[in-house]
Every structure is written in C-alpha cells, then in structure tokens.
C-alpha cells in the first residue's frame, strides 16, 4: 500500500504510478588524442510525476484524514503552492499487506512545476490531475 502525502496533506487515491527521474548533470569531453572522456558530475534536481484520482464523492477504497474532503480541497492546495512560489514536503510511504513497512520512502522538499486537471465523463463527477513536482534544493 504507497500513501502520497503533499504538505501533510495525504491524497485520497494514491496514484497507480509514480515517475522519479533523476537528472543528469554530466558532461562528455572530446580530447585531441584521447578520444571522448566523460566528466561526471553531481546529479541535477529530481523529477517526479504521478496522476492522481480527485474524488467528489466519498469511496470505501479512498482513504482521508480525518473527514470526506471534495477535489477542490486539493486543487486548492496544489493552486496556492504554485501561485504562491512555496516549496512543499512530498512523501510517499511504501507498506506491504501485512503491514510492514518497506525499507525505501520518498520524502524530499520540492515544488510545484506544473499541474493538469482532466474532467472526463467516464470519471462521473470526479478528477483526474496530473502533477509534475521538481526537487528542491537551498
């Protein structure tokens, strides 16, 4: 079971997939006589991308904290982060059925590249977002 949290708020739905790329910073050199020779470098900021089921309606596989809160809630939340240029915590927990929880979580600061909402009719009255996030470094 993987919960996403963003800014200690845990998405309802947690996506069914999640992109972490690590980026390259790393760059290839052609010498005269030695050929081409790679210099390698500290890794670029991390990219991560997921889609996420924003329900308007309360699901028994949904899981909140605390009360039903609708998709606006997050849309929200995902709206002030961006237009307000804050960093937030995103964290996604990783437990087995049984309960014990597995030795690799994500958990770094990061911001809010960019985000598409998708309203499609097959989803009823629910939502779909797409989220874009990039590591965060001081």
């Given at each position: ?30 010498l ?56 937030a ?39 779909i ?10």
């Amino acid at each position: 079971m993987y919960q996403f949290y963003l800014d200690d708020v845990m998405l309802p739905v947690a996506p069914g997939k999640l992109t972490i790329k690590i980026k390259n910073q790393n760059e290839t050199l052609n010498l005269i006589n030695d050929g081409e020779v790679n210099l390698l470098k500290t890794p670029g900021l991390t990219e991560i991308k997921f889609s996420a089921l924003l329900p308007n309606v309360q699901y028994p596989f949904a899981r909140y904290m605390g009360d039903f809160k609708p998709a606006v809630h997050y849309l929200s939340l995902l709206e002030t982060l961006k237009t307000q240029r804050r960093t937030a915590d995103f964290a996604v927990l990783r437990t087995l059925d049984n309960g014990q929880t597995l030795d690799w979580d994500t958990n770094m600061k990061v911001s809010i590249e960019e985000y598409e909402i998708e309203e499609n009719a097959e989803e009823g009255s629910d939502m779909i977002v797409e989220v874009t996030l990039k590591q965060y470094r001081e």
